[in-house]
């Protein structure tokens, strides 16, 4: 059965001719249709191609804030322990002023005198070394009240002072490349109340 529909099937195809209009492909689609069609990829080519430009943007500034906070990794990193060296450099400095104040110029002691020498050298390379890793120490005195660099602890009359000035300076302060480690704490002048 099989082969006889095969057999027949090809002595019908082989009396058909080839201008049989029968032989003739058609296309289910007309030709407006394929245009539509055809508008229709067009846009959704541009549309993956805008996604595409937006998705390329995002990783890029995702890369550049990602190379940001390694950055400031780095630069910050050492925050906390700058801090408590801070502390360790005021002790160091008053140590060093309270020798001072001990090695009376008219009874000189060399022992007291040979102490000073070594805290103010040790204080001295203290800072250097804050400086070469961007900790500098803040001098305020005379400046311009900041937040977000001074702590106030107490109001000092304005005697020949500009109101809203530092006018004492109670514990210094320290930035770390532009950033406050720790806040100065300060006196601001105010104006005298009669």
Do not use: W
């Not at 004492?168 to 104006?191: F, N, P, S």
Request: charged share 30%.
């Amino acid at each position: 059965c099989v082969f006889s529909t095969a057999a027949q099937q090809r002595s019908t195809g082989d009396e058909c001719g080839p201008e049989d209009p029968s032989d003739e492909p058609k296309h289910p689609l007309s030709d407006c249709a394929l245009e539509h069609k055809a508008i229709k990829l067009e846009e959704q080519v541009r549309d993956l191609t805008e996604r595409y430009r937006r998705a390329l943007a995002d990783s890029e500034n995702v890369r550049r804030r990602t190379q940001k906070f390694v950055e400031d990794a780095k630069l910050f990193g050492i925050q906390s322990f700058c801090r408590d060296l801070v502390e360790v450099a005021d002790i160091l400095e008053k140590t060093a002023e309270s020798a001072a104040g001990e090695a009376e110029p008219s009874e000189p002691n060399p022992t007291l005198q040979k102490i000073y020498e070594g805290l103010a050298l040790l204080e001295a390379k203290l800072q250097s070394v804050f400086a070469k890793h961007g900790l500098q120490k803040m001098n305020p005195l005379g400046g311009r009240y900041d937040p977000y660099e001074h702590e106030i602890v107490c109001h000092v009359p304005a005697e020949g002072r500009q109101p809203g000035t530092v006018a004492l300076v109670a514990q210094d302060g320290y930035k770390l490349h532009g950033r406050t480690v720790r806040h100065a704490l300060v006196g601001v002048a105010v104006e005298a109340q009669q």
